[in-house]
């Protein structure tokens, strides 16, 4: 399974640390330029503002608060996890993505729920879908059981299944049996 290749002890902080700001741009870019949302038209002037007013309580929806923010906290996390960060060395990520995007990403006030919903509830569920994906996928699989394995394991970790694929991983038989 793949906690047993030798690989995945390796540590990449900076990798998880690009890879957190690139997903933030590039859900930022997705909501401006092909959803055409205000909220996403950031400007220098829109990040000063964020940053001078402080934090407030919002108001949206329960889906938005307490499914899609923990759901992009757990991306967060998986940045750090499936790069070989520990469960502690990867909380970071998940409260510094969250801050990044409610200060930078958006012209709406930073709310600090946004900031903990993500923050908490995206190291829960970052956890569980780091450990759900571990389960599924098998280095020593070929054809198409590794096909569905990676395709499973991108589905519940999509931040592994990113970086297994753009690393090579995804298709490399480690050993058989």
């Known amino acids: 399974y793949i906690w047993t ?31 055409d949302q205000d909220f996403a038209k950031v400007s220098w002037n829109s990040i000063k503002h964020n940053v001078n007013y402080g934090f407030v309580w919002d108001n949206d929806q329960f889906s938005t608060n307490l499914f899609a923010h923990p759901y992009h906290g757990g991306l967060y996390f998986n940045t750090a996890r499936c790069n070989g960060l520990s ?5 970071p990520y998940s409260f510094c993505g969250s801050m990044m995007w409610e200060l930078s990403c958006e012209t709406e006030p930073p709310a600090i ?17 780091h450990r759900m994906s571990a389960l599924v996928l098998d280095d020593s699989k070929y ?30 038989v480690k050993h058989s049996h």
Do not use: Q
């Open 5 to 35: 290749t030798p690989e995945y002890g390796k540590k990449h902080f900076f990798k998880a640390a690009v890879e957190s700001f690139s997903l933030n741009l590039a859900v930022n870019g997705f909501d401006r330029y092909v959803m």
């Open 113 to 129: 729920n946004d900031l903990m919903a993500t923050t908490i509830g995206g190291i829960a569920i970052g956890e569980v879908t």
């Open 87 to 91: 469960f502690w060395e990867s909380v």
């Open 143 to 172: 054809g198409f059981n590794r096909f569905l394995r990676e395709f499973v394991g991108t589905l519940i970790c999509p931040m592994r299944g990113l970086n297994r694929l753009i690393s090579g991983e995804m298709w490399k």
